[in-house]
Structure formats: structure tokens, C-alpha cells
């Protein structure tokens, strides 16, 4: 029996179904402008010390002619083997800073996030009612902002969007695989780690189609849609590393214990608000409600993202961008199921609807000259820059004007700043390259889980100097440690160098 879990496009009783005059603007041009104007105001885009590594990877990069295969950056694992898969968004972030400075990575991030959005708020209206899909879009732009960084994964936030909408498109419209889109498997591999994602989409999409062929069909959607996972998987290797980027999600993974020293990848906490807890509300409540009904396939994608959501708060911002594209056409089959849309329709229901079909020409023209303008001006007059938390200028001018040049001992969120600044450092955010043990050996030296843990790291290092964060343990310990002395403090860095004990002082 077959499976019928298809869905056109959007009712033909809606006004814009037949000839009509375009609007002035549409509401994908509205979320554009709107998003744009919000995001361009900066928020906390740089407030992450990755950002600053990164970009001397990409000026590493560009400076040698190749992508790296050991870590150039630090004193504590010198010919530590190190798969760059970041390399393309690291060469971006690197020129865009040297061209446009801080502004220019703040223009960036909000471009393509505005985009995206625009996209996701088009896609929607295909299924919903314009009320309903700016809900969607809200949810999202919400779950979003919690991950919206310097930081090569928001490069791929419209590749993904794009390749969710292509293949949710071809499965709604039980159509074939979106071959046209495979090429941005490549581009997607060589910017960011997230491209095995993608992979599992599609095929996850590919199971989708083969149940819901039915026993006659199967063999067809199995061999079509099994091509285009192996194709996409084949571009995703068309990498500097080749099979060992596909191998990378498994390795990260595997990082255990590392994983709960980054606070990305801790679970939620949800004495906080999150915009993710109204979502998943909502959800519950639709689903409850019998008003939503998700194919098996889909259904499982969603547990899977709210299991990774509540494991590690860094998929949230997955969650919102996926699930609009997942759940519109489910929504749209069960909620309107029952009405006729388009009777009855109040006034406000009327000038949302006006607003769905794409603007003509001159409205967009005069939006885009407009966000051109905003774009302008955010770069000749903003004054962005990373926050001093992930900073410590004056640490770094105290320890080089001290003379001391030997190995340094650094805080965990100073090491990007520091290799920014060409600092060989004892530990950066590639918790990938160093390893669970040496980063579990770290966490309890720099919490002084025993003070012999940390003196013999010191010692095991050579250990010079320390670079460490205000309220560090291993501050406040190595002013009582003979042989260190303190040459500097501030409410950022506390920096300690060998030299006449400071106990009694």
C-alpha cells in the first residue's frame, strides 16, 4: 500500500494563486530588511574566542600556499597531526578581516543570515499562510540568534537551508533526488565539519522515499535516491583531506569527556530562557492536539535533533534552522485540513495575504539599494570589536614588555587571541587535536583538582610564564607557589612569571 505522504503547493483558493498585480515588497524582502537591520547591529557575533584562530589560519593558509596537516600554532604538541577541514571559511574570514576589519565579519554574518531567512520565509509561503509561516521563521530567527558567531559554521547556514529545501521540495513533490544541488556538497565539505549532516538528510530523505513508493515502487526510489547519496558523499570528499573529513564527525564524537569542558557542547541549562523551549512546546502542543501528523521518517528526524538539543546547547541553533523545512508541509496537510481557506478572511488576514506573492521589480530594487546603503554605513561607522573577555591586550603587552620568551601556560579562552597575535600557546579551541587526555589533564591543573597537578605540568612544559583568567584557581594558587612571581593583573588576565616566590607577600 502506498504511503501518500506528498503535498502541493499552497491551496488554490489564496488570492495570489491567479493574475495579479505584484506587491510593492513581499515578506521574504520584509524578514530580509527587518533581520538585516537587527543583525547588523553586531550583538555578540565576535564574542567568541575561536574567531581570532581562525583567522590566522586563513592568513596561514594564504601566506604558505597550502592547507596545514600539523598544528603550526602551538609549544604544547609540536608535530600534532591537525586536519584542517575548515580551510575555505578560515581563507574567507581571513580576507574579509583584512579587508573590512571586525565590521566586515559583522556585515558578513548578518548578510547571510538575513538571506537565509528570506529563503526560509519564500519556502514557507508555498505551504503556509503567511501568519503561520512568520511564525516559523520567528522560532527560527530565535533559535538561531543563540549561535550566530565568527566562526566558519555560519558560512554554511544558507548551504543548508538550500539543500534542505531542494531535497524537501523533491520529497513533497514525490519527485526524484535535486541533483543540481550535489555541487554544493563540495563547497559545503570544504567550509565546515557539518557537511556529514547533510549527508545524513539526504539519506534520510532517500529512506523516506523508498517506504513511501510502496512495494511496486521500491526498487526505483531505492536505486535513484541511493545514487544521489553516494554522489553527494563522493563530492564531500573532494576535500584537502579526503576520507578523513568524513571520518571527523565520528572523531569529535568520540572526544567524550572533553566535550563537557566547552560550554557549547554542555546541555542546556534551562534556567534560562530559550527560545528552543517555546518551540518544543508548541510542538508538543500541535502533535497532542491530533492538528499534526509527522511522517515516521520526519519523526525521527525531529527526536534526533531535540535528543542532540538537549544533549549539547549548540544544536538549537540546528533545530530552528532544519525543523521550518521538516514540518511545513505536515503542518500545512493536518492544520488546514479542516478550513477553507481564503472565507471569512478579516482585513489584517487580507493584507497578509497581499504580501505573499514576490514583489515587483522596483520594490526590490528600492530594498536592496536601501540594504546597500545600511551595509555601507555599518562599515565605515561601526566600531566592533571581539569583547575584552577573550582579549587581554594588556596581559599580552605586560608579558612581552617582562622580556620572558619561553613557553607560555595560557588559559583555554585566551589561546585564540594569543595565535592571533603569533603566540605559541599551550591550548586553543581545537579540543579535536588535542585529545580527551590531555584536555582532562589541563581542566584539573588550571582548577587545581590537586596542586601537584599543576605544578608538574608547569614543570613537565617548561613552563615560563602564565597567561591565565582573573578568577582562575591556578591564579589565585601560583601566587602562593615559590618560584612564581606575578607581573600583572586586571579584571581580564592575571599573568605569572618564573622568577622570587610571591609567598609572604
Known sequence: MRMNISLAARPATQPWAGAGAA?????????????????????????????????????WIIQHGQVPVVD????????????????????????????????GLVVLIAVLVSATLAGMTRFLLRYLQPVHALIFVALATGML?????????????????????ALVSARDREAGPPWQVIPLMVLWANLHGSFTFGLALAGAMALEAMLAGGRAAWFHEAKRWCLFVGLATLAAMVTPSHIEGLLFTLHVASLGSVLAHIGEWRSPDFQQFYVFEVWLLLLLLTALSGRLKIPLIRAVIIIGMVHLSLKHSRYMAVTGLVMPFLLAAPFARHWYASKKLGDDQGAVDRIFEALAPPANRIGAVVVGALSVAALAAVLALGKFLPPPTYSPEAALQSLRESGVSGPLFNSYGFGGYLIFHRVPVFIDGRADMYGEAFVDRYAEAIQVKAAEGLTSLLDEYRIEATMLTAESPAAVLLDHLAGWRRIHADDVAVVHVRGPSNAGR
Open 23 to 59: 506587491p510593492f515588497v513581499s515578506w521574504p524582502i520584509l524578514v530580509w530588511a527587518f533581520t538585516l537591520l537587527m543583525l547588523a547591529k553586531g550583538g555578540t557575533f565576535l564574542s567568541d574566542p575561536d574567531t581570532f584562530w581562525h583567522i590566522e589560519a586563513g592568513r
Open 72 to 103: 603550526p600554532f602551538s609549544h604544547s604538541m609540536p608535530g600534532a597531526a591537525w586536519t584542517a577541514h575548515e580551510w575555505l571559511a578560515e581563507i574567507i574570514f581571513a580576507k574579509v578581516h583584512e579587508i573590512a576589519g571586525w565590521n
Open 145 to 165: 540568534r543563540s549561535h550566530l558567531l565568527a566562526r566558519p559554521h555560519i558560512l554554511v547556514v544558507p548551504i543548508v537551508a538550500l539543500w534542505l529545501a
